[in-house]
């Protein structure tokens, strides 16, 4: 390890400090804040650790750990893109990759090639570990609309047929979280907090 390489991370640490500021549309339990992108990331750790039993197959917790962690650090250039807009799509991967390549592409060559792998690994879906990262990723808001009373199904007049479309990734990467999603999913509407068309 160089001076010149412990420069490039400390670049890269001081970079990624922007996410903080990133604000969600989704607000933080039981609160009416709209939660970061820095408190949505390490949510989505802590329930890796906690539900990883619950894949379908084996994962390799670290690397999900790596996945969840990182997958949103391209919004400090790409922005925040709300999963329900209706003006813009929800994957818009090619400015992504262009901030994942600036951002790190500040680390030392080694780290930045493994990280944008592992960032487009979940963005492809297609892995288990990446299929578990986006379960974690889909389900962390619905607990979070859920706790409050809607959320931002009801600010933004989401119905359950869209939300049902987005949330069914969970199933990819847990049939027992999915199994779980569906049944808050048909609960939200029992209690009126999302509408069924």
Known sequence: MTPDQLLQQINFIIEID???YIQRKTKLFNSDRPENDAEHSWHLAMMTIVLAEHSDVS???LKVL???LIHDIVEIDA???FIYDTQQNHSNTENELIAAKRIFGLLPDKQAE???AIWQEFE???TPEARFAKAMDRIEPLLQNNSNNG???REFDVDYSKVYQKKKVIA???ATLWKFAENLLNESVQKGILKKE
Do not use: H, N
Request: charged share 30%; aromatic share 4%; no cysteine.
């Open 18 to 20: 922007k996410i903080k």
């Open 114 to 116: 493994e990280l944008i």
């Open 172 to 174: 990819q990467g847990s």
């Open 151 to 153: 959320g931002t199904w």
């Open 79 to 81: 922005g925040d893109i």
């Open 59 to 61: 994962v390799d917790v």
């Open 66 to 68: 790596k996945m969840v």
């Open 124 to 126: 492809a879906g297609e």
